[in-house]
């Protein structure tokens, strides 16, 4: 879990060195959205890095545990909790295939983490700028720099083969039954 290690990472980074670092750690978010996906859920996977390192990582396991809340931002950042045995996640970046919603959105100013990247937008719930904007919403007491974009097309082609699949066995399983 704790790939790239980059202990000796210079205090700032390049902007070219950033976006390499930014592309390995989406790249990771976007093979959980695979496993996610491999076990029949919606295909967003997520990672929290913290000084160069993955500190937790999930995808989304609400259909598998019976639980709404266990998202992938969600199961990543419990999983940074408690590896750094805090739930304030200072100084950490959420790469996350999908932008999050108003329920993980408010887990990320909660949390403090300070800065996310996110793949595709979500124009129907997205509470990261798409839909509303939770995560830099100046009444709440922390505000997040938020990127979106990256990986995009191929965290999209999943999502949509995904949901395209979806529909067509809903309606093999209604013809079926008639």
């Known amino acids: 879990m704790m790939e790239p290690s980059s202990e000796n990472l210079p205090l700032t980074l390049s902007t070219e ?11 990771r978010a976007f093979e959980l959205a695979q496993q ?18 993955i500190i937790g990582e999930g995808f989304n396991q609400s259909i598998m545990l019976n639980d ?6 969600m199961n990543a950042i419990r999983q940074a909790g408690a ?35 996110y793949a595709c937008s979500d124009l129907k719930t997205g509470a990261a700028g798409s839909a509303f904007n939770l995560v830099n919403n100046p009444q709440l007491n922390h505000q997040l720099t938020v990127h979106s974009g990256l990986l995009q ?15 067509k066995e809903k309606k093999q399983a209604k013809k079926s039954s008639l």
Do not use: W
């Open 17 to 27: 060195e950033q976006a390499q670092l930014d592309l390995t750690f989406m790249q």
């Open 36 to 53: 996610a996906e491999q076990h029949d859920e919606i295909p967003v996977g997520a990672v929290v890095v913290q000084q160069g390192k």
């Open 68 to 73: 709404p809340s266990s998202h992938a931002e």
């Open 83 to 117: 590896f750094i045995n805090n739930y304030r996640l200072l100084d950490c970046t959420l790469y996350v295939t999908l932008e999050p919603c108003p329920m993980c959105a408010g887990l990320l100013v909660h949390s403090r983490i300070n800065r996310l990247i």
């Open 153 to 167: 097309e191929e965290c999209s082609q999943l999502l949509s083969s995904f949901f395209k699949r979806r529909r």
